[in-house]
Each structure stands twice: as C-alpha cells, then as structure tokens.
C-alpha cells in the first residue's frame, strides 16, 4: 500500500508547510496539489515544513482533481460534516476504521483534503469511493486542516505498527540490564559528588530507589542513553566546583 495526501487548492502557506511537516513524521512522503492558491516555493511554507522540505519540492501539481485522481487507485475524501448534503449514501467511517481497511489493501491510496475555507464540494465528493470524518465536538467540529491531516496519518501509522511488531521492537528497544546498571552507577557518583545525603546509608537507599524506579518504569534504551549526557556534564561541573574552592 502506497498512500498519497492530496490537497485540494490550499490557501495558506502556514498550512502548507505543516502538513509536509506531519507526513514526515509518519513517513508518507507523496503530496500532491490541485491547483494549489499556495506555491509549494513559499517562503512561510518552506518555514513551517522545517526537515521536511523535500516534500514540498518534490510535490506534484495538478489543474483539476481528476488528473489527481487518476494517479491512484483508491480515493478517500474527508470532510468535517457527515451525512445530509454531505453525500448520505456514504455513511464517513472514522480514521481508526479507515486505518485498519487500509492495511489490508495493496494499491495506491489518495487521501482527499478541501480547502481550509469550505473543504470538498458535494461534487468533488462524489467523484472519491469513501469519505473519513473525524469525530470532534458538536461545539466546533472543524477542524484545522493541518491538524486533520495529522489525525488520520497518525491512525494509519499506528496501524502500520501493529501489523509490524518488528518494527515496533526496532524503534523502540527495551533498555538492558547492563545499560541501567550503567546510569544506576552515573546516579551514584552524582550522589556522592554532592554528598548528599550526608548520611551514607540514606544515600544508598536513594541510590536502591532510582534503581527500582528504572525497573518499574520499563524504560526504553533511548531514554536511558538520554540521561548518560547530564549526568556526565552535572558531575564535571560539580567537581570543577570543589577543586575551585579547595
């Protein structure tokens, strides 16, 4: 499966750059632009896609959504209202539904979104096989574009996760004994370069806390190494502080 965000004549450049941003960050890398109001060259645009302005330069334009279209082979819209003149005999299903039929599915998937100021026409919606709405709050059920983007790419690539443990496992590794070990002795130093507490019997106990805090916490390698750094720099600093005054 190969998904592609297809925008329907964006308008503002804030937008723009934030949406190649977020599918950056849910490695989906296809956007394409229907007669964009918006140059994917923006300054503001490039601004706000920060590490992800390759997207915005590799961005395909297109004069009319058929010619979009017609280089994917499923198309799902999104709109913010469902049912009444929202096409009725398409009941929207919900991302997290979305997300789960999309895994079982191996073509190439456009995902629709409208424009900030009115979003899809009845028409334009017509034309797609589906339509995703995302539940929000009677109150003010639309939302900002950029934001519904993230939505549905991050129930998608949560998904994606589920049906990939290995890559889960990849991304995320468990910290070992050893690594824990390892910032359980940096603590201890820490401790003791303070020398606090005074009482070293008390000091050890705090030593046996943070050790069973990392154990209950089932912290990840990632957040472990983390802390390796601050720990080091507090403790150089520490004792460059006690040979100053010594």
Known sequence: ????????EPEYPINLGAIARVMKNFGVTDLILVNPKVSPNNKIARTFAV??????????????????????????GTS????????????PI??????????????????????????????????????????????????NLSHAVAVILYEVFKQKLKNNPTEVKRRLRKSTRQEREMLVEFWAK???TLEYPKDLEKRRFYVLM?????GRGFIYAK??????????????????CKNDIN
């Open 94 to 143: 919900s991302p997290e539904e979305f997300a789960k039929r999309l895994s079982i599915y191996d073509g190439e998937i456009g995902l629709v979104f409208g424009r900030e100021s009115r979003g899809l026409d009845n028409e334009e919606l017509k034309k797609l096989d589906f339509t995703v709405t995302i539940p929000t709050s009677e109150e003010y059920p639309i939302m």
């Open 210 to 214: 943070f050790k069973r805090f990392l």
């Open 51 to 76: 590490h992800a302005v390759d997207i915005l330069e590799n961005a395909k334009i297109h004069e009319s959504l058929e010619e979009a279209l017609n280089t994917v082979d499923l198309a799902i």
């Open 223 to 240: 957040e472990v190494h983390s802390l390796y750094g601050p720990l080091r720099r507090a403790i150089k600093l520490l004792e460059r």
């Open 1 to 8: 499966m190969k998904l592609k965000v297809i925008l329907v």
């Open 190 to 192: 820490f401790l003791d």
């Open 80 to 91: 913010g209202l469902a049912g009444g003149d929202y096409i009725p005999e398409r009941a």
